[in-house]
């Protein structure tokens, strides 16, 4: 199978999650949400939902990497990837959303709010990219 | 109980897909945004294969009186696009260029042992925690909600 077909399928599975999540629990898939909320004070059939979307994430996700053998680490230096996961935790908490929330999910339910979110993210992250790749030199 | 094992289930189906898609190959995700240098379009399709479907299947789904597991819908209420949504988005983005991880991927990736996964989530959390603190602060001081952002 060619990848983009791969990665189309995998989109779609994605895109079920999202649907599932909402038909059942009435709630939005929004990963950076979903992780917030467990670190905040909340009633147990709150946070229940909520961990038991991120076991499920983390559990049957990372065993799918495993057995596609992927082992792939991010490209960036400790102390860029330590800052870069506080500007992904800050810049998501801010923006009530990330690439699932106002992607997958805000893009699914023809959000302006999100489109404006996605447009904003896409254009920095491609930004940073340029820079820290090319004007820069060298991988971040 | 029922509500959790919903929402078990959906997270392992996300999580599966994110594998299956790639997204949680950090060099895949900053290939697709080096759209100036050796631009890799995997992740188009993983964005439109998602979109697609929730485009199609949201429209049937909130058509229904009510979720099978719980009392109502929550969907996102405000529709406002002020400062706080283009700035977090802004910070995020700059955030995701430099890692090539947003927070699923990185979830997964801790999952399967990925050591720089396991290095990127608490900065993370540590971020979203600092945002809250500066958040609640600022509208204590200038009862500011909208700086508080909505969580969806």
Known sequence: MSSWFVALFGGV??????????????????????????????????WAWRAAFITGLVGAGGLTMHLLHQATASPARLPVLLLAGALVGFGTSLGGGCTSGHGVCGLGRFSLRSLVAVLTFMACAIVTVLLTHHVFGGAA | MKAAFAA??????????????????PLVVIGFLDVFGDFDPTL????????????????????RAR??????????????????????AAIFGVGWGLAGYCPGPA???????????L???PAMIVGSIAHRLVAARFSG???????LGSQS
Request: net charge positive.
């Open chain 1, 13 to 46: 599975l994605i895109g079920l999650s999202a649907t599932g999540l909402l038909l059942f629990n009435g709630r939005i898939a929004g990963i950076s949400g979903i992780v917030n909320g467990l670190t905040r004070r909340s009633s147990g059939a709150e």
């Open chain 2, 8 to 25: 078990l289930l959906c997270g392992a189906l996300f999580g599966v897909g994110l594998a299956i898609a790639r997204m949680t190959d």
């Open chain 2, 44 to 63: 188009a399709f993983v964005l439109i294969g998602a979109t697609m479907t929730t485009a199609v299947a949201f429209h049937f789904v909130t058509q």
């Open chain 2, 67 to 88: 979720p099978i597991v719980a009392a109502e819908f929550q969907l996102p209420a405000t529709r406002m696009i002020d400062l706080p949504l283009v700035l977090g």
């Open chain 2, 107 to 117: 979830l997964v990736g801790a999952g399967a042992g990925t050591l720089t996964a």
């Open chain 2, 119 to 121: 290095l990127f989530l």
């Open chain 2, 141 to 147: 001081r200038k009862k500011s909600p909208e700086i």
